[in-house]
């Protein structure tokens, strides 16, 4: 796919550029991280609880969050968060590589507090990208945001599996140093970038009159107002409820599926799973992003079902290679659900409400992960790893049935200038 039209567009360009970098650090240290969880407090439970407190924050600031990419320029936020999640991840890696023990309310502290602060990029990013580009580009720039989004992880994660994990095999300090500096490299590094965008002002005239509370009520209110919304909120609820003690599972999959007799599992296959996920997003996002998908919300519907069944595949795929597999088509589905849907609301969502109503559904949908993570760890603990994977992928299935049977919901048609 050729994506020569948007990245001739600087301010785009420098967003997608400052992104690439940041992934890219995190790609080192999502999997460093949580590895290091479970290695340290030997605990299933304890990973469920770290990734319960990565959630939290957008239930309780998700609302703010929209609200002020609503109200104020979007490119100081995208700096701000930036900035503040270098100087965060700067402090803990000095904290590791002086070679102190890291206690669980310190892990529990910086799960919560970066995802705070990418409480309040995501919405700013996404209702600044159509302010970018025209219209029938946006559905173009995402695809390549997103790609880019998922091939970042792709080399940092094949470079976590071959290299970093020597580095582990001789010193678990220093391997959880590297990639928590990487990290903290990356967002100086995005910041960089996002300084270089110009302003980007909500297109509104009533700010300075309204109150931040009644912004975000106006924008629970405009979601409900459009069906189509509503049901994609319920869905994506549901969904991600049942998906959110995934990786939970996975951690200990990795240990007791693939780790051998003793059940150490290392960072190499839990890294190299997530390159077989990664693998399916690269490969599947330019082909979407190349057709012309004039129903978004079927596309979303039988994509996370797709997923939905691998998932439940996965509780019979002790073997590495089989679960492999499985996670590579779980990886080409998420594009065909993502891509047509986010470029949807983009595009049929006014400027003075985007970065709301992307709130709304973060903060409803994934406000509720929380419950899923801490049960993740119970459910490994109570009923195994097998009947896990089967759980998730009944609650997955039964969202994915919500948009399937409405037809206002899945007969929605993407708007004309978006398929232009």
Known sequence: MNYSDVIRIRPFRNLWLGQAISQLGDSFYFVAFMFMVKKITK?????????????I????????????????????????????????LSGFGTYVGLGYSVPGWLILSLAFVLSSIRCFFMPAKGAAVPAMVPSNLVMKANSLSMATQNFMPLIGLTITASVLAVLYASSPQWFFFGVVVINALSFFGSAYFINLLPSILPERSEVAESHPIRDFMDGIRYVRKRHELTVLVALTTVFRLSVAP?????????????????HEGSP??????????????????????KLKTVR?????????????????????????????????????????????????????VPDAFRG??????????TGVMPIGTVLGGFFITKIGITMSFLLMSMGMASACLIGLLDPRFRNVRMPEEAVS
């Open 43 to 55: 605990s299933d439970e304890m990973v469920g609880l770290t990734g319960a407190f990565e959630t």
């Open 268 to 289: 190499s296959t839990l890294a190299w799973m997530e390159i077989s996920f990664f693998i399916g997003m690269v490969i599947s996002f330019p082909i979407i992003g």
């Open 246 to 262: 995934f990786f939970v599972t996975y951690v200990a999959a990795n240990d007791q599926w693939w780790g051998g007799p003793k």
């Open 296 to 348: 978004p919300a079927l596309w979303f519907s039988w994509s996370l079902l797709v997923i939905a069944i691998c998932i439940g595949l996965m509780a019979f795929s002790k073997n590495f290679w089989l679960f492999f597999g499985w996670n590579v088509i779980c990886g080409l589905s998420v594009p065909m659900a993502d891509l047509p849907m986010a470029t949807y609301m983009q595009v049929s």
């Open 356 to 365: 709301r109503t992307n709130s709304v559904l973060n903060m409803i949908a």
């Open 57 to 88: 924050p957008y239930l309780l600031l998700g609302p703010y969050a929209g609200v002020l990419a609503d109200r104020i320029d979007r490119k100081k936020i995208m700096l701000w968060s930036d900035l503040v999640s270098a100087f965060v």
